[in-house]
């Protein structure tokens, strides 16, 4: 039963990753001839890709930084990536419907037949924000805890913003992420699973959850020069502009923003930034050893190798408390003879 759940989801993905890139390329160019239109007066053909692509941002090392990692990461994480998230959604939701099921009796859906309307809905939206405040809280934890820092600063370390960009995230800091994702939002499935739904359902009117996800944050645009804002939306959605800021050298912007879909998760937390209209920032990391973030033994080694010295420190210390405290124990009384 497991294997034949996890073979019919790794399809329905496959499927619909075949028409993502149309549609995230398809809403790159909308919102470039936005953003073009609001800000240059005199417009023009020639004017409009200087713009969308200027020579200053696409001959940048950052640059091609991204377009060199991200090539690699295609031709590896397909055999990695793809697997991974299935199987740790797939495992919890087994698991969540196992346990849960047997605790209160529960052998088949509540609802029985076809989910009607309000149940997709409902389903969609539980989905959406399980996923979301996974990423919120797996991001938090990304800045705040040094050795998973020195993965996350892959990403951050890009000084450029190509769209590809979004994809300029370590191998490991990848499935660390789904793993995480797929306790919160497998558990979540799970419980629905137990509802209403067959367990092998994760796409709602025939369109996935991630593609639908993907389409509202617009994370290929949010890493793009395009200042693109939402209006009165960007208190429920995080804009491209704002999560820009993320990215921001500037000290008063760190550890703002971290949201991936909606923006009332950092309103809640406490850590939303709201940027000026038009707003320009400068990106990158301000570590003295940034420029070996800009090749790829730089992007896929380096990490590693910091994040090993983070761990064998943590440990260090962590063996240094114990010995303390084995020496400030007193010692055991002698016996008299």
């Not at 200087?50 to 696409?58: D, H, I, K």
């Not at 999560?243 to 000290?251: A, R």
């Not at 990490?303 to 084995?326: E, H, V, Y």
Request: positive net charge; contains cysteine; hydrophobic residues 50%.
């Amino acid at each position: 039963m497991l294997v034949d759940v996890m073979t019919m989801i790794a399809a329905r993905i496959a499927k619909v990753d075949l028409i993502t890139p149309g549609i995230i390329l398809g809403t790159a160019f909308i919102c470039a001839l936005v953003a073009y239109w609001k800000v240059v007066e005199k417009k023009s053909l020639r004017g409009f890709f200087e713009f969308a692509f200027p020579a200053e941002v696409m001959t940048h090392p950052s640059a091609r930084a991204d377009l060199l990692f991200w090539i690699t990461k295609k031709l590896a994480m397909p055999f990695l990536a793809i697997p991974a998230g299935v199987t740790f959604v797939t495992l919890m939701g087994y698991a969540t419907n196992k346990v849960v099921g047997g605790l209160f009796g529960i052998e088949t859906p509540l609802i029985e037949g076809p989910a009607g309307p309000i149940t997709v809905v409902m389903f969609t939206i539980t989905m959406l924000l399980a996923y979301d405040i996974s990423y919120y809280s797996y991001h938090y934890v990304q800045h705040k805890v040094p050795f998973l820092w020195e993965l996350h600063k892959v990403h951050h370390s890009a000084e450029v913003m190509v769209g590809i960009t979004k994809d300029r995230v370590h191998p490991l800091d990848d499935l660390i992420n789904r793993a995480w994702d797929g306790v919160v939002a497998g558990f979540c499935f799970g419980l629905w699973t137990l509802i209403a739904l067959d367990p092998v359902e994760v796409t709602v009117f025939g369109v996935s959850v991630y593609l639908v996800r993907n389409i509202l944050m617009m994370d290929f645009v949010r890493h793009t020069h395009f200042k693109i804002s939402f209006g009165p939306l960007n208190n429920i959605i995080l804009c491209p502009h704002w999560h820009q800021l993320h990215h921001s050298v500037d000290p008063r912007h760190y550890d703002k923003n971290f949201g991936l879909l909606f923006s009332f998760w950092d309103r809640l937390f406490g850590t939303l930034f709201v940027p000026a209209p038009g707003e320009n920032f400068k990106f990158g990391l301000m570590d003295r050893d940034v420029r070996d973030y800009q090749s790829l033994q730089g992007l896929w080694i380096r990490p590693l190798r910091k994040m090993t010295w983070q761990l064998a420190k943590i440990s260090r210390r962590f063996r240094g408390r114990i010995s303390n405290k084995a020496d400030a124990a007193p010692a055991e009384p002698q016996q008299g003879g």
